[in-house]
């Protein structure tokens, strides 16, 4: 019983990193455009923001999709 709580704890910590991961290469995709765009008084922090926010939407989209397909097969 204590082998199979370990178990689910390395996975549920494992699937986080993984998202933390996930999140941080798609920030780090839109890196040249929020640097370029983010000279522009008016328009820098709102790319800024758009760049989480989407970084974010696509974390947990492709994420979950992700950890979705793994536990049907696996």
């Known amino acids: 019983k204590d082998a199979v709580t370990g178990n689910v ?3 549920w910590v ?3 990193v993984g998202l933390v991961l996930m999140f ?4 780090l995709s839109f890196a040249p455009l929020t640097e370029t ?7 820098g922090g709102l790319v800024r923001g758009g760049a989480f ?3 974010l939407a696509m974390t947990l989209l492709l994420g979950g999709l992700a950890i ?4 049907i097969f696996f």
Do not use: Q, S
Request: charged share 10%; hydrophobic share 65%; net charge positive.
């Open 53 to 55: 926010f989407a970084a």
């Open 24 to 27: 941080l290469g798609f920030l």
């Open 37 to 43: 765009l983010g000279r522009l008084p008016v328009l």
């Open 68 to 71: 979705g397909i793994g536990w």
């Open 9 to 11: 704890i390395l996975t």
């Open 14 to 16: 494992l699937r986080a």
